[in-house]
């Protein structure tokens, strides 16, 4: 039976799928979301067993390819020295993300003008303020406005507390005359919009019990779905087709029970992330679009950003938070912007790490050589246990048309689906720039009086950002959407995740993917009436 | 290496000697070893989707003694436990890891750690708001943004 059409479907439950639905509602038009996951039971969230750091080897992996859940794809990423993180659910990689809070600078939009690498963005800073703020007043943000090296932002809660690492950190970081500020979080420090207040379960990345960390299922999806927003969960796209006249029609998806059913839609608006979308697109091929949708500029997939993290902890005398406070609470922005003195062009943003639980510090210590087998195990497990301290530098990783998603030729989901191809290499600007954060957090591990000190440069299993593979921009031979997130080469089909991004920042970009979403939404609804001249 | 889904009774036997040589018993933080039964039991209950690789580590640590492990007298199972560590790769970093994880839930474990015997949720943790005045030459020293064009 042929489905009536929808006026829009969008593809994708998470961070900037649910912002898009929840701005369109008041549209009153017919829209339907179709997610590959399932709603979440926070019931079953790792923090309430007694194992809840063993599920993170396991069913809570932030791995697809370790979780492997039906909800999951596979990434073939063997040739990549980062790995793809993701999550799969309504409220998507939200459900499962530390949280931390900052907005791309101004600067950032600008990369091109003002160092003479990558490309500007088509818009500024100064068109998504608006968007910005909504989005924080939505998602729910805690923080401390006034931060002199950041954009002024107005968190509706009070910051996290500084807990003893903060302490710790923010005395070393004043005796080298560094930048640091609490960070904008989305963790509700009082109770706000229905959510309880953080009680510090320890371990928030991987879901939050307690619902005080923000995820759109428990934001934007209750009151999309109250403004009549259909949302199909256990649905996964296959395809989006296309009419004679390069239209887009629909979308061919296996619903929760695996039939194959075809959603026809006026608008399609795709959402999954700078992975899963140059994946759908590509696996979109028609006669018309030989090459996949939306792709005449060739760059459907390329340019692909990760934001390589330099990760450097150590060990303090006294006692640090470990695991009984959310994990990020100050990040630094003292090398943000370029200083060609130091080698490199562009900058990385700082969160420091509180800390980590008793497994977790043993499996990790005893890998890297430093707690040992036998009769001394259990002295130095004393040392390290609940004496962590972190330095993670989130490098600005510049968009190289090689660091790409394609095809995997033989990898395929459970629904038989090609599966995304991972190429990537971390560029020599950036190894210079994870070099000199490594050595800056020795410098600040060393005057907290950290031994001990370990590092991860790259964090392998940190490819939570992933940016640039459906780029904007006004030219089409250069980009994949227009401004204002529409295809150039599909008039009724719009992009607002990560993918859109020109250049990557050096932030934890899901502030701005979401302001992004609901800047698209706005610019939507001011056309409507002319919405594919 | 078995079939099916479990371990048999000869890798049992060499997991649970290497588990006490990850972690041996301490009579001094007053802790069972990893190969005490309690923790025995809980990570042969537990392995799941570990079984596999944990079966490919014992597999290859059975192939470096040449004879149950237990057998070997304490420097050559040392030897054993060395070449382990280096060749093993995945496999043995899996079991090391399924030990551990056991290891640090057990109660006597975490009483002797001084950590409450409770999952994080739903009582949660107190955290010290600590003392804001450290910002102070933060905000002292102030700064700007780097300015950008606008369109």
Same mark, same amino acid.
């Given at each position: 039976?042929?489905?009536?059409p929808v006026?829009?479907?969008?593809?994708?439950a998470g961070?900037?799928g649910?912002?898009?639905?929840? &701005?369109?509602?008041?549209?009153?038009?017919?829209?339907?979301?179709?997610?590959q996951?399932?709603?979440?039971?926070?019931?079953?969230?790792?923090?309430?067993?007694?194992?809840?750091?063993?599920k993170?080897?396991?069913e809570?992996?932030?791995?697809p390819?370790?979780?492997?859940?039906p909800?999951?794809?596979?990434?073939? #990423?063997?040739?990549?020295?980062?790995?793809?993180?993701n999550?799969?659910?309504?409220?998507?990689s939200?459900v499962?993300?530390?949280?931390?809070?900052p907005?791309l600078?101004?600067?950032?939009?600008?990369?091109k003008? $003002?160092?003479g690498?990558?490309?500007?963005?088509?818009?500024d800073?100064?068109?998504l303020?608006?968007?910005?703020?909504?989005?924080d007043?939505?998602?729910?943000?805690?923080?401390?406005? *006034?931060?002199p090296?950041?954009?002024?932002?107005?968190?509706?809660?009070?910051?996290?507390?500084?807990?003893?690492?903060? /302490?710790?950190?923010g005395?070393?970081?004043?005796?080298?005359?560094?930048?640091?500020?609490? &960070?904008?979080?989305?963790?509700?420090t009082?109770?706000?919009?229905?959510?309880?207040?953080?009680?510090?379960?320890?371990h928030?990345?991987? /879901?939050?019990a307690q619902?005080?960390?923000?995820s759109?299922?428990?934001?934007?999806?209750?009151?999309?779905?109250?403004?009549?927003?259909?949302?199909r969960?256990?649905?996964r796209?296959?395809e989006?087709?296309?009419?004679?006249?390069?239209?887009?029609?629909?979308?061919?998806?296996?619903?929760? #029970?695996?039939?194959?059913?075809?959603?026809?839609?006026?608008v399609?608006?795709?959402?999954?992330?700078?992975v899963?979308?140059p994946?759908l697109?590509?696996? &979109?091929?028609?006669?018309?679009f030989?090459?996949?949708?939306?792709n005449?500029? *060739? $760059?459907?997939?390329?340019?692909?950003?990760?934001?390589?993290?330099?990760q450097?902890?150590?060990?303090?005398?006294e006692p640090t938070d470990s695991?009984?406070?959310?994990p990020?609470?100050?990040?630094s922005?003292?090398?943000?912007?370029?200083d060609l003195?130091?080698g490199?062009?562009?900058?990385?943003?700082?969160?420091?790490?509180?800390?980590?639980?008793?497994?977790?510090?043993?499996?990790?210590?005893?890998?890297? *050589?430093i707690l040992?087998?036998?009769?001394?195990?259990?002295?130095?497990?004393?040392?390290?246990?609940?004496?962590?301290l972190?330095?993670?530098?989130?490098?600005?990783?510049?968009?190289e048309?090689?660091?790409?998603?394609?095809?995997?030729?033989?990898?395929?989901?459970?629904?038989?689906?090609p599966? +995304?191809k991972?190429?990537?290499?971390?560029?020599?600007?950036?190894?210079?720039?994870m070099?000199?954060a $490594?050595?800056?957090?020795?410098?600040v591990?060393?005057?907290?009086?950290?031994t001990?000190?370990?590092?991860?440069?790259?964090? +392998?299993w940190?490819?939570?950002?992933?940016?640039?593979?459906?780029?904007?921009g006004?030219?089409?031979?250069?980009s994949?959407?227009?401004?204002?997130?529409?295809?150039?080469?599909v008039?009724?089909?719009f992009?607002? #995740?990560?993918?859109?991004?020109?250049?990557s920042?050096?932030v934890?970009?899901?502030?701005?993917?979401?302001a992004?979403?609901?800047y698209?939404?706005?610019?939507?609804?001011?056309?409507?009436a002319?919405l594919f001249? | 290496?078995?079939?099916?889904n479990? %371990?048999t009774? =000869?890798? @049992?036997?060499?997991?649970?000697t290497?588990?006490a040589?990850?972690?041996p018993?301490?009579?001094?933080?007053?802790?069972?070893?990893?190969?005490?039964p309690?923790?025995?039991?809980?990570?042969?209950?537990?392995?799941?989707?570990?079984?596999?690789?944990?079966?490919?580590?014992?597999?290859h640590?059975?192939?470096?003694a040449g004879?149950p492990l237990?057998?070997?007298?304490?420097?050559?199972?040392?030897?054993?436990?060395?070449?382990?560590?280096?060749?093993?790769?995945a496999?043995?970093?899996?079991l090391?890891?399924?030990?551990?994880? @056991?290891?640090?839930?057990?109660?006597?474990?975490?009483?002797?750690?001084?950590?409450e %015997?409770? =999952?994080?949720?739903?009582?949660?943790?107190v955290?010290?708001d600590?003392?804001?005045?450290l910002?102070?030459?933060?905000?002292?020293?102030g700064?700007? %943004?780097?300015?950008?064009?606008?369109?």
């Amino acid at each position: 039976m042929t489905k009536d059409p929808v006026d829009v479907l969008i593809i994708g439950a998470g961070a900037s799928g649910a912002a898009v639905a929840w &701005s369109l509602a008041e549209t009153k038009m017919h829209i339907l979301c179709l997610e590959q996951g399932g709603w979440m039971n926070p019931a079953e969230y790792p923090s309430t067993g007694r194992d809840w750091e063993a599920k993170f080897y396991g069913e809570w992996s932030s791995s697809p390819n370790i979780r492997a859940r039906p909800e999951d794809y596979p990434v073939n #990423d063997d040739n990549s020295p980062i790995k793809v993180v993701n999550y799969n659910a309504v409220g998507g990689s939200t459900v499962m993300y530390t949280a931390h809070w900052p907005r791309l600078h101004p600067s950032d939009f600008k990369v091109k003008t $003002l160092d003479g690498v990558a490309d500007d963005w088509p818009i500024d800073y100064d068109a998504l303020t608006p968007f910005f703020e909504e989005n924080d007043r939505m998602m729910g943000t805690s923080g401390l406005s *006034g931060d002199p090296l950041s954009p002024l932002t107005h968190p509706p809660m009070p910051q996290q507390p500084m807990g003893l690492s903060g /302490a710790i950190i923010g005395k070393a970081m004043n005796k080298l005359g560094w930048h640091w500020w609490p &960070s904008d979080t989305t963790v509700a420090t009082t109770d706000y919009e229905g959510r309880a207040r953080c009680i510090n379960l320890g371990h928030c990345t991987p /879901a939050c019990a307690q619902g005080a960390k923000s995820s759109t299922d428990i934001t934007y999806w209750p009151h999309a779905v109250r403004a009549g927003v259909e949302l199909r969960t256990h649905c996964r796209v296959r395809e989006i087709t296309t009419d004679e006249n390069g239209m887009a029609t629909g979308v061919v998806y296996y619903d929760k #029970d695996g039939v194959e059913q075809f959603q026809p839609a006026h608008v399609v608006i795709i959402a999954c992330n700078g992975v899963g979308t140059p994946r759908l697109l590509l696996n &979109s091929k028609s006669d018309r679009f030989p090459n996949g949708l939306a792709n005449s500029s *060739g $760059l459907v997939g390329k340019n692909l950003m990760f934001h390589p993290y330099a990760q450097i902890y150590g060990y303090v005398k006294e006692p640090t938070d470990s695991n009984r406070a959310p994990p990020t609470c100050l990040w630094s922005k003292e090398w943000y912007d370029t200083d060609l003195s130091r080698g490199f062009v562009r900058g990385y943003g700082v969160q420091f790490v509180r800390g980590a639980g008793p497994v977790f510090e043993a499996v990790v210590s005893e890998q890297k *050589g430093i707690l040992p087998w036998g009769e001394d195990h259990h002295r130095v497990f004393r040392k390290l246990n609940g004496h962590r301290l972190g330095f993670s530098a989130i490098c600005e990783d510049l968009p190289e048309e090689h660091n790409q998603v394609t095809l995997d030729p033989v990898l395929k989901d459970s629904h038989g689906i090609p599966a +995304p191809k991972i190429d990537y290499t971390i560029s020599e600007n950036s190894r210079k720039m994870m070099d000199h954060a $490594l050595a800056r957090g020795r410098e600040v591990l060393e005057m907290a009086g950290a031994t001990d000190i370990c590092v991860n440069s790259p964090i +392998p299993w940190g490819g939570w950002h992933l940016l640039g593979t459906a780029r904007m921009g006004t030219d089409p031979n250069k980009s994949v959407v227009n401004e204002w997130g529409r295809a150039h080469d599909v008039k009724n089909l719009f992009i607002v #995740d990560g993918s859109i991004f020109v250049t990557s920042g050096g932030v934890n970009p899901t502030s701005t993917i979401q302001a992004l979403a609901l800047y698209i939404a706005d610019q939507m609804k001011q056309r409507l009436a002319n919405l594919f001249d | 290496m078995s079939a099916d889904n479990s %371990l048999t009774r =000869a890798q @049992c036997n060499d997991l649970r000697t290497v588990a006490a040589m990850i972690v041996p018993a301490s009579d001094e933080y007053k802790v069972p070893g990893a190969d005490d039964p309690a923790i025995q039991a809980d990570i042969l209950a537990t392995l799941g989707r570990d079984t596999r690789l944990v079966a490919v580590a014992l597999d290859h640590l059975a192939r470096l003694a040449g004879q149950p492990l237990a057998e070997l007298d304490a420097e050559r199972r040392d030897t054993v436990a060395r070449e382990f560590r280096r060749s093993g790769g995945a496999a043995a970093a899996t079991l090391t890891r399924v030990v551990l994880q @056991c290891y640090y839930r057990d109660d006597r474990v975490l009483r002797s750690l001084g950590l409450e %015997l409770r =999952a994080p949720f739903p009582k949660g943790y107190v955290l010290p708001d600590g003392d804001w005045s450290l910002l102070d030459p933060v905000k002292a020293r102030g700064g700007t %943004l780097r300015r950008a064009p606008t369109i």
